[in-house]
Nanobody, 119 residues
Framework: VQLQASGGGLVQVGGSLRLSCAAS????????MGWYRQAPGKERELVAT???????NYADSVAGRFTISRDNAKNTVYLQMNSLKSEDTAVYYC??????????????WGQGTQVTVSS
């Protein structure tokens, strides 16, 4: 499985960006896709996840500002980021994994895309 992320860039505080991540290869019928981020000097953290059925999970720090969605037909996950803050500056990584109960287990990460929010 390969993940190709895009959409990062430089934006001012209060602005918006939309990230995309397309998965290709031997993708399991049921999988969870998500976005994580890592700021300089900090550990990688969860931003949001979504499963095939559309159930979502958000970090408290982004709830109400970010929206994760997916197009199952295109195996693509999106992250709409609104009302961006300087503390959202980080490298954003997409991830796809199968749940612990799945017969076929995998866990793949994309290459990361830089998001910089300037004040």
């Amino acid at each position: 499985v390969q993940l190709q992320a895009s959409g990062g860039g430089l934006v001012q505080v209060g602005g918006s960006l939309r990230l995309s991540c397309a998965a290709s290869g031997s993708i399991s019928g049921y999988n969870i896709m998500g976005w994580y981020r890592q700021a300089p000097g900090k550990e990688r953290e969860l931003v949001a996840t979504i499963n095939n059925g559309g159930s979502t999970n958000y970090a408290d720090s982004v709830a109400g500002r970010f929206t994760i969605s997916r197009d199952n037909a295109k195996n693509t996950v999106y992250l709409q980021m609104n009302s961006l803050k300087s503390e959202d500056t980080a490298v954003y990584y997409c991830r796809t994994q199968t749940p612990s109960w799945a017969v076929r287990r995998y866990d793949y990460w994309g290459q990361g895309t830089q998001v910089t929010v300037s004040s």
